[in-house]
């Protein structure tokens, strides 16, 4: 997974239903834009609103809709075996290239129930190649270093962490700890990117290449090159939307921007609600500001 991917937003018809059609047609625009791979079933896209059945269907939509060659993740989370069991198999049967799965959320757990938390989900995975995500401000369960290596230790298909802290000590003790070959350490912060890949990182899986695949990929390909500067403007660009989206709401925010290049992501799923005719003004606004708006917007 390493590269820039994008966790695929999740469209929806206006009876509220989730759109597949549409959610295939992003995964084709994201990947056919030189985005690495795409994460079915982010926190960008919604996961924890989603029934079981819909998240399996969009596996299989991301999988019609992304180029030849894209990656393909599945985000498997869940708070029970049997829901696990079933996203895991669904994942195998139908070709996901990799698997993740975030800290159990709600209740605080220990270190030890962590540890055998990420254990049982890697045994249950069976040969299926497993990222954890670390997404402390939403489960409340941080990843720290001590339960990443003792999960490293243990469990030879644990490929990678996806990094969402926002807190960038976080990943360098990753890296800085972490001693196994071709672990990957991912940034999951649109703000890190390039600070990432300077300290060794694998790449980036940022909710912004859902919406600005080129830009985003830009940063990847110009670091690549040796040209620090072209990176560094690139990357400011994503900080730039990142704060816009920040200051009004992730998600919905990502939507308005993205129908602005012709996608229909519908209302919003509850308990999100719609953005208002301002705040949707400041998204075209800030969007034009970086002369990001398609032609006609």
Not at 3 to 29: C, D, F, K, Q, W
Request: net charge negative.
């Amino acid at each position: 997974m390493g590269g820039i991917s994008a966790p695929l937003l999740t469209p929806y018809h206006e009876n509220g239903e989730v759109n597949y059609e549409e959610y295939e047609r992003l995964a084709g625009y994201v990947t056919g834009a030189g985005i690495h791979g795409v994460f079915v079933g982010g926190t960008t896209g919604e996961f924890v609103n989603l029934t079981l059945e819909e998240r399996k269907k969009l596996l299989a939509a991301a999988k019609k809709g992304a180029a030849p060659g894209a990656k393909v993740m599945f985000n498997v989370t869940a708070m029970n075996l049997r829901d696990l069991q079933e996203l895991l198999d669904w994942a195998g049967e139908n070709g996901a290239d990799a698997v993740s799965v975030t800290a159990p959320y709600y209740h605080q757990y220990d270190e030890e129930a962590l540890v055998s938390y990420f254990c049982k989900v890697a045994e249950m995975a069976g040969g299926q190649p497993l990222y954890l995500y670390n997404m402390p401000g939403m489960t409340h369960n941080p990843i720290k270093t001590s339960i990443l290596r003792k999960v490293t230790e243990r469990c030879e298909n644990l490929k990678g962490i996806k990094d969402s802290s926002m807190d960038f000590m976080t990943l360098l003790e990753f890296e800085c700890e972490i001693d196994k070959p071709g672990f990957e350490i991912i940034t999951g912060n649109d703000a890190q990117v390039l600070p990432a890949l300077q300290s060794g990182g694998a790449g980036a899986l940022i909710a912004m290449a859902s919406v600005f695949p080129e830009l985003c990929r830009s940063i990847w390909d110009l670091y690549q090159e040796g040209d620090l500067e072209g990176a560094m403007k690139a990357q400011k660009k994503v900080l730039k939307l990142r704060s816009l989206v920040r200051s009004i709401m992730p998600v919905m925010s990502h939507k308005a921007m993205i129908e602005m290049f012709g996608f229909s992501m519908g209302p919003a799923r509850f308990p999100m609600r719609d953005l208002t005719g301002l705040e949707r003004q400041k998204v075209h606004s800030v969007m034009e500001e970086l002369n990001l708006l398609p032609a006609g917007a």
